[in-house]
């Protein structure tokens, strides 16, 4: 069992940065595959980036490629979402995930993989 705790969200104007931070407890960090999601008002959750255990690989949804940068620090037992260049399509709740048994390779951009969730943190980008 893993408890995901998120923050850092906030406003912000457009071309601005936001750095998120999600928390996690537990003393096995370091097995779990961990991802961002978020949702915007009105749509499904999608995949924003994932990052593999040791933290050496990492993916990116399309829309963020460039502009956002996932990292962990598995002594800290912290997963990071640099958010940079910001746009108001990026209006959503972000949310933190994390899977012990995933194959990353497979599996990192499906919300179906992930069995721990955080709570999710508000980001609001105006224009």
């Not at 537990?26 to 999608?46: D, L, N």
Request: with cysteine; proline share 2%.
């Amino acid at each position: 069992q893993v408890q995901l705790v998120e923050s850092g969200g906030g406003l912000v104007q457009a071309g601005g940065s936001l750095t998120l931070s999600c928390v996690a407890s537990g003393r096995t960090f370091s097995s779990y595959v961990m991802g961002w999601f978020r949702q915007a008002p009105g749509k499904e959750r999608e995949f924003v980036a994932a990052i593999s255990r040791a933290g050496f690989s990492t993916y990116y949804a399309d829309s963020v490629k460039g502009r956002f940068a996932i990292s962990r620090d598995n002594t800290k037992n912290t997963m990071y979402l640099q958010l940079n260049r910001l746009k108001p399509e990026d209006t959503a709740v972000y949310y933190c995930a994390a899977d012990r048994d995933m194959d990353f390779w497979l599996g990192h951009a499906d919300l179906n993989e992930y069995d721990y969730w955080g709570q999710g943190t508000q980001v609001t980008v105006s224009s």
